[in-house]
């Protein structure tokens, strides 16, 4: 366990750095409205995002004998984390005996803040089509399910799952030995 933190801590400023070069670049490509307020909030959920993906992955290599097998098992749940991020099926829309697994998703949460924190509070209006025009964030919240209110939730979601995944890690490198002799 005394290399546990050593091995979680020297992540940090990568991610770091990796963030805030992401953060410029994305943010200015996606044309988002610059304001402090709004940079600050995409930059915290790149963050953590980057840092609970980082950890989950050497999670799953401290899981797994070999790094084929974390592989294919990494994999998989990337792709049921996709599913179930709310991007591609909003919450409103997934059947209730799967709801369950949408709340304890990563990546719902990942989405659910930049949608959030970037429309959440735009006063334009958007075609939909079939519908009447309404606001964005009207929208956002019709259709996606997303309420402003909850983004302190959100944010200690995402510290959570990264904190989560770290000693998920540091457990598995402790208790768990693949090698044979």
């Known amino acids: ?39 600050f909030w995409f930059y915290f959920i790149s963050l953590f995002s980057f840092l ?36 591609f099926i909003p919450r409103p829309r997934i059947p209730k005996w799967w709801v369950w697994y949408y709340w304890i998703c990563p990546l719902q ?3 659910y803040g930049l949608i959030v924190t970037q429309y959440g509070d735009l006063e334009s209006y958007i075609t939909v089509p079939g519908q009447s025009d309404q606001k964005i964030k009207n929208y956002v919240k019709d259709y996606y399910g997303y309420n402003t209110d909850f983004m302190p939730v959100v944010a200690v979601v995402l510290v959570g799952f990264a904190v989560f995944f770290a000693f998920m890690f540091a457990l598995c490198i402790k ?3 693949f090698q044979q002799r």
């Open 52 to 87: 609970y993906f980082t950890y989950y992955g050497m999670m799953t290599v401290s899981l797994s004998p070999n790094h084929q097998v974390a592989a294919i098992f990494a994999a998989t749940f990337y792709s049921v984390f996709n599913l179930f991020s709310g991007f």
């Open 109 to 111: 949460w990942t989405v």
């Open 1 to 39: 366990m005394e290399f546990d933190p050593p091995q979680v801590l020297v992540e940090i400023p990568y991610v770091i750095t990796q963030a805030v070069y992401y953060s410029v670049i994305v943010y200015a490509m996606m044309n988002f409205q610059w304001t402090a307020a709004k940079f």
């Open 175 to 177: 208790k768990l030995n």
